[in-house]
């Protein structure tokens, strides 16, 4: 299953691309338990997802994702009543990677953000943000989206 | 998706009869949450599935279930360490209905619940228990799995 690596920077707003790829995305969480594991669903471009998440590691964690249908996500959306955000992403090709840019909206609108997978913690480390990239916000706890749905975006941009 | 509608009694003790079939059941509870939802790793018989329940209700609750493959199964178990029981459960066609005996295990041993499941309220209320079920459980928060997988067996039989 995916181990994930990925890297996250704050953004001083975004203008797409022409023709930039763009899904809208609705996630809440279902839970989020004291040792770090989130239980979320998201929808995102008309597919629907059950994900779990562990570790609370800054770089690396695991993630179990399935599939449901419509139905099965509005059974269980209302589960997620105190803890949902909508953003918008798009897919923007870098030299050697590709970031998701992440456009928030509603209570959180103004804030977006550029997440970059990558395949080795080495490949990670490598990684040089081009000069569009705001401050790295990698592990820290005020900007991860568990934090955003339940907390509301942080008083201050960066850490 | 399902709406299970079932009723649970329990059973003073359990001999199953010769040729039943057996499943060996471990699950454990990633999250419970507030408003009754349940997160759920359930192994069965070789099969590995992540279950969400919503509702609190005695009778009808929601569930959603997804397939995962061992490796998926053995990443998430950590995340259940402080909720989690072993159960052997027989399959066991009644007149009109088949029940789910569990005969629980390990610091649970002792204790034998059948459930029922029916395709209606109306069924589930003309269910004549046999005379072989014991004290009704329905609802009956000591009961339920996620109340065994975390508080233990509850110190009197019956409610």
Redesign the interface.
Known sequence: ?PLEIERKFLLDGFTPPPGAHAQPIEQGY??I?P?G?E?RLRSIDGAYV?G?K?GTGSLAR?E?E????R??FE??W??TAAARLVKTRYTVPLDTAVASVDVYAESLAGLCTAEVEFPSLEAAERFAPPSWFGPEVTGAKPYKNRTLATEGRPPQPGL
């Open positions: 299953m279902i839970a338990t040792d594991t239980v059950l779990v562990r695991t179990v399935c599939p449901l249908s139905a099965e059974e269980l209302p589960a």
